[in-house]
């Protein structure tokens, strides 16, 4: 056998034995946020809240208190987290929201949302559903282009 050939094998045996352990890791991941997942909509309870503002921010800026800094990897402190503060009775949270949900939370709305400690897990409208109300933003060319017609 040539040379050329018996590299080529090597290379794809190598890339079919990394493809297997990213297979079996990836699934050991979902299994074991499908449990985290299944924790939190435990413990969740329903609270009616007024939003006051959401933004994304990093974690160690958002305000949250020295345990939650603690208790996260340190390589995810400085990863930006979508936050939003709210005022749940007479006082005025900083909650952490789920990605998905985002979009969905009305600034300046009172909401029903299902909370998890700080987290917030789902969130319904208090008097109609909510909608993604927000238009997709421009392309920096496009906003260009618009101004030059």
Known sequence: MSP???ALLVV???LLVGFIVLS???SKMQKKNAAAQADLRAAAQATSMLVIDKKRMKLKDAGFPQIVLDQTPKYARG???PVVKAKIGPQIHTLMCDEKL???VP???EVRAMLSGIYIVDIKGLRKPLQKDEKPKKK???RKKEKEN
Do not use: M, Q
Request: hydrophobic fraction near 65%; charge should be positive; charged fraction near 20%.
């Open 24 to 26: 079996i890791v990836g």
């Open 140 to 142: 920096w060319f496009s």
């Open 79 to 81: 990863a930006k987290v």
């Open 12 to 14: 794809v045996g190598i």
């Open 4 to 6: 050329w050939i018996i």
């Open 107 to 109: 600034v300046k709305k």
């Open 102 to 104: 985002f979009d969905l």
